[in-house]
């Protein structure tokens, strides 16, 4: 049987570079696959649709939840997020790695469900360069901004609920890093207690 891949949660401030992170990490190692996330939300210019997001109305992502296809799902921003869960299974159950770039509330339900995930959290040198990111990126109107800022703050309080913190000053290193954190959680005792169970056994059946 294939060894299940890795699931790694990312979140970060918004504004903080987790999707260059992200895309990144996908293009330069080839054992990832990054899940593509449903929203309500209206495209941004240039975003694909299936590219970035699966773009749908409210009502077909309320029925998507009611039949029980969301991995996880919340509402940010006057908006619906959430990990269509049929694919993310797959492509553990087949040896990938897979990586969720969602933010804190769909995180935590991630955890719930498999306290095997990883969750990582993305966060600039400092607040002046989260902002200074945000407003150059020339996507939202300084109304946004300052929202985002807001939820910057809620979001500072329940970093402590993550395993990892990614300073991500500079990209390479940042994505470097990412890759080691995300391999080395193979070699976690936890992920291996089946490997363990079973030398406890030979051990036994082998001391006289
Ligand atoms: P944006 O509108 O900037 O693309 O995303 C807004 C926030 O929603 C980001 O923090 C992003 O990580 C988060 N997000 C994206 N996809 C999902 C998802 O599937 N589930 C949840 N819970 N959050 C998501």
């Excluded at 696959?33 to 209206?42: F, K």
């Excluded at 306290?115 to 040198?125: I, M, S, W, Y």
């Excluded at 002046?128 to 407003?135: D, I, P, Q």
């Amino acid at each position: 049987m294939k060894e299940r891949g890795i699931l790694t949660v990312i979140s970060g401030f918004s504004g903080a570079g987790k999707g260059t992170l992200v895309k990144k990490l996908i293009s330069e190692y080839d054992n990832y696959s990054l899940s593509i996330s449903m929203t309500t939300r209206a495209p941004r210019p240039g975003e694909e649709n299936g590219v970035s997001y699966f773009f749908i109305d409210r009502e077909s992502f309320e029925r998507n939840i009611e039949n029980g296809l969301m991995l996880e799902h919340a509402e940010y921003q006057g908006n619906y997020y959430g990990t269509p869960k049929e694919y993310v299974e797959q492509q553990l159950a087949s040896g990938r790695d897979v990586i969720l770039e969602i933010e804190y509330l769909g995180a935590f339900q991630v955890k719930k469900m498999m306290p095997e995930a990883l969750l990582l959290f993305v966060t600039p040198p400092s607040a002046e360069e989260l902002l200074r990111r945000l407003r150059g990126r020339n996507t939202e109107t300084e109304e946004q901004i300052r929202g985002r800022m807001r939820r910057a703050i809620e979001e500072a309080v329940i970093v402590d609920r993550y395993e990892y913190i990614l300073l991500n000053d500079d990209l390479d290193t940042c994505v470097r890093e990412t890759h080691e954190i995300i391999q080395n959680a193979k070699y976690s005792v936890s992920r291996n207690a089946a490997f363990i169970d079973q030398i406890r056994k030979e051990l036994h059946e082998l001391k006289d």
